[in-house]
């Protein structure tokens, strides 16, 4: 099976096939519940989405950027841990599948084998018509609670779920995540106050299971903000298709997914130095960075007397490694 073409664009073409298909009214309709739910703070211990207007919804509302998050973290992991590469996977509440299509990308020339679990029949369902042949992939219906059991396996992902799960599920789901993975685990949750909270809950239990941070964090020490003052998050920029903009009521061609997430590994690995943590500040020559050090939170200027790395610096973005490689 060719595995090698999975990517935004082509996940792209896949929702175009299938929400053609959709009226726009219904899908409007759908898209305004999910738009409730998923703004609300209530967990549920039924699955979110209920039929195929649902998940096809779903599929334009959510997940493209639910790709490029999960694609953001998964080249921080592969940055800190260069050498490695999966074998197997298996996306806890994957739904339709972006997770899947997004490590098949990270690991285009040797993509693992997917194992994509969820609870909702229809979320399945679509996710098997839109990888079609692109995703080497299994799709199995699991209640994802206390209950569930994994089989073992390289990597394991968690992606926009947490929320869904009442607290004492989300214990047993990151200690079973971290029990199951040889490999890493990366848990992806909304960047928002309460997002942040979430992973640093599971940033913690995956510590205490004897994992290493890969990142963000340059290290794996206790997160340096302040509870409630503040909160870790990045930003991925997402290409919208006219129907996703259709869908969405929007017109830009883009939008921006604020996202929070971890990545921890049963092996060694080499963190970034520094990670910028919030939009790089240009002025006049000079640039202001905002990074999480090993040290803690700090602030950096770089001007035009540092040479080379003042380039470096106007051109680094939100998320990255600081200094760059060649740098360090």
């Known amino acids: 099976m060719n595995v090698s073409v999975a990517s935004a664009e082509s996940l792209r073409t896949a929702l175009a096939g299938v929400l053609g298909g959709l009226p726009p009214s219904q899908a409007a309709k759908s898209v305004e519940r999910l738009i409730a739910h998923y703004r609300g703070t209530t ?17 334009a509302y959510r997940m493209p950027a639910t790709f490029e998050a999960a694609r953001g973290a998964l080249d921080a992991l592969r940055d800190a841990a260069p050498e490695w590469v999966p074998d197997t996977h298996t996306d806890i509440g994957g739904g339709t ?50 209950a ?24 047993a789901l990151v200690a079973e995540a971290a029990r199951a993975a040889t490999g890493a685990v990366v848990i ?16 913690s239990a995956l510590i205490d299971a004897g994992f290493t941070v890969a ?12 509870p409630g003052t503040d909160w870790c998050h990045f930003s991925a920029r997402v290409s919208r298709s006219s129907l996703h903009r259709q869908v969405k009521g929007g017109s830009l061609p883009y ?17 970034a130095p520094a990670r910028v943590v919030r939009r790089p ?4 020559g000079l640039v202001l960075l905002d990074l999480c050090a090993p040290g803690g939170l700090e602030r950096a200027t770089v001007t035009k007397r540092h040479g080379p790395l003042y380039k470096q610096a106007r051109d680094a973005e939100w998320g ?9």
């Open 43 to 59: 967990p549920t211990d039924a699955p979110v989405l209920r039929d195929r207007a649902d998940v096809v919804a779903y599929a």
């Open 97 to 146: 599948g972006a997770a899947g299509w997004a490590v098949a990308d990270a690991w285009d020339g040797r993509p693992p084998r997917t194992t994509v679990l969820d609870w909702a029949e229809p979320a399945l369902a679509l996710g098997r018509e839109l990888a079609g042949g692109v995703l080497d992939a299994e799709w199995r219906r699991e209640r994802i609670g206390t």
């Open 148 to 171: 569930l059991r994994l089989d073992e396996t390289d990597l394991v992902t968690v992606s926009y779920v947490l929320k869904e799960l009442t607290e004492g599920d989300r214990a």
């Open 188 to 203: 992806v949750e909304p960047g928002t106050p309460d997002g942040y909270e979430r992973i640093i809950a599971a940033r």
């Open 215 to 226: 990142a963000p964090c340059p290290h794996s020490g206790a997160c340096p903000i302040e």
């Open 255 to 271: 939008e921006d997914e604020k996202y929070a997430y971890v990545a921890a590994t049963r092996f060694p690995v080499t963190p």
């Open 281 to 284: 500040q240009t002025r006049k």
């Open 320 to 328: 990255d490694s600081w200094p760059p490689a060649e740098e360090a």
